[in-house]
């Protein structure tokens, strides 16, 4: 099992920028498909950005050219870059980890962003 923390959520402007970052604990993060996705009130929960093993990454359109997805399997951590914020990225924000043996989720960290 993988445990996993997102932080890095709050308020900022539209046009402003945040960072997400997910610490996984235990030993098959370097192995894990990392995923991020998102919650908006009355929405289903979409995916934003994924990126594999090999840190080959994939985006959904509402987000491609701002938000920018990385790894850093030295710390067991994935990183969220959001650049140019809009009011309609306001959700709560959860990573996933994906391996052979199954699927963690984070709690999930806000991100509101005011127009």
């Known amino acids: 099992q993988v445990q996993l923390v997102e932080s890095g959520g709050g308020l900022v402007q539209a046009g402003g920028s945040l960072r997400l970052s997910c610490a996984a604990s235990g030993s098959i993060f370097s192995r894990a498909t990392m995923y991020w996705y998102r919650q908006a009130p009355g929405v289903e929960r979409e995916l934003v950005a994924h990126?594999?093993?090999?840190?080959?990454?994939n985006y959904a359109d509402s987000v491609k050219g701002r938000f920018f997805i990385s790894r850093d399997n030295t710390k067991n951590t994935v990183y969220l870059q959001m650049n140019s914020l809009k009011p309609e990225d306001t959700a709560v924000y959860y990573c996933s980890a994906v391996w052979g043996g199954g699927q963690s989720w984070g709690q999930g960290t806000q991100v509101t962003v005011s127009s």
């Open positions: 990126i594999t093993r090999g840190s080959i990454t």
